[in-house]
């Protein structure tokens, strides 16, 4: 795999759902200022229907907990090992990493001894914990492009390059309330349902957030919950889970069963749609 002559070479890691959709936004912005970029790397579908090579699958590595670190662990040392192999084939002109630090990190390791650029795209909540890592990236990364402002003021303090370049959701074209409410529901008070993108986060956490709707249903009047969708999880996933808890909570008491729950990809609209 090579890219044709004269048309740069990027690689791009996006190891979650999340960043498969940034990524693939990143990708089309960049080839509409240049048509001739060679795209390859670590994704998921959204960055395959952007045009990337994809030589590793992102659901291969996309991990959470020990069991499944254990369970996975073949798979993200093979990941590793092919995009090391893919590096130092094509030598690319830039490296993109888009969050999933742990495993990014590592890759920016041998960028570093290759004398590839690397660009870390979404920084890791490393303001929140384990704030030494910024030495780390201090020595591997080239520059920092942040999606929370904040974060700018932080890397700047620790003398990482840096560019605050905005939160990537606030260029979709989400529906309004209007669009996702009736007309009987506009009034009601909303609760946003986030169970996760990974399989085995939403299998965990959705089954008790369901129990907690039906809850908050008998104390609260005029609620609505909205169940959030990662592009990353199946739709028919979400349904089986819903109809478990629902059967079993039926089991208790049938005048749970009904709830007012509606699937979206995303519940976050523009903060001028927020403050309407």
């Known amino acids: 795999m090579k890219p044709k002559p004269n048309h740069p070479?990027?690689?791009?890691?996006?190891?979650?759902?999340?960043?498969?959709h940034h990524g693939a936004k990143l990708v089309s912005a960049m080839r509409s200022k240049n048509p001739g970029l060679f795209f390859c790397g670590i994704g998921g579908p959204a960055l395959e229907k952007a045009g990337v090579r994809i030589v590793v699958d992102a659901a291969e590595l996309n991990v959470m907990g020990l069991t499944e670190v254990l369970s996975k662990l073949p798979s993200v040392l093979k990941g590793m090992r092919t995009i090391k192999r893919l590096l130092k084939?094509?030598?690319?002109?830039?490296?993109?990493?888009?969050?999933?630090?742990?495993?990014?990190?590592?890759?920016?390791?041998?960028?570093?001894?290759?004398?590839?650029?690397?660009?870390f795209?979404?920084?890791?909540?490393?303001?929140?914990?384990?704030?030494?890592?910024?030495?780390?990236?201090?020595?591997?990364?080239?520059?920092?492009?942040?999606?929370?402002?904040?974060?700018?003021?932080?890397?700047?303090?620790?003398?990482?390059?840096?560019?605050?370049?905005?939160?990537?959701?606030?260029d979709d074209d989400l529906p309004t309330r209007e669009q996702v409410f009736a007309p009987r529901d506009q009034d009601r008070k909303v609760i946003g349902l986030v169970p996760g993108s990974r399989r085995s986060e939403v299998t965990k956490h959705l089954p008790v957030m369901l129990e907690t709707?039906?809850?908050?249903?008998?104390?609260?009047?005029?609620?609505?919950?909205i169940l959030s969708r990662a592009s990353s999880?199946?739709?028919?996933?979400?349904?089986?889970?819903?109809?478990?808890?629902q059967a079993d909570i039926s089991s208790k008491n049938p005048a749970k069963v009904r709830r007012n729950i509606r699937s979206l990809e995303t519940l976050m609209e523009r903060v001028e749609k927020i403050r309407e």
């Open 9 to 20: 070479c990027v690689a791009i890691i996006a190891g979650e759902a999340s960043g498969d």
């Open 213 to 225: 709707a039906d809850l908050l249903k008998e104390k609260l009047k005029h609620v609505t919950f």
């Open 121 to 170: 795209y979404v920084s890791p909540q490393i303001w929140a914990w384990r704030q030494n890592r910024v030495k780390r990236i201090g020595r591997l990364v080239d520059h920092m492009a942040v999606i929370l402002p904040f974060e700018e003021e932080f890397y700047r303090k620790h003398q990482v390059p840096v560019t605050f370049v905005g939160h990537p959701l606030l």
């Open 89 to 119: 084939s094509l030598r690319p002109e830039l490296l993109i990493l888009i969050d999933f630090p742990d495993f990014n990190l590592n890759i920016a390791a041998l960028a570093k001894k290759l004398d590839i650029p690397v660009l």
């Open 233 to 245: 999880v199946a739709g028919d996933m979400l349904d089986d889970l819903i109809g478990i808890s």
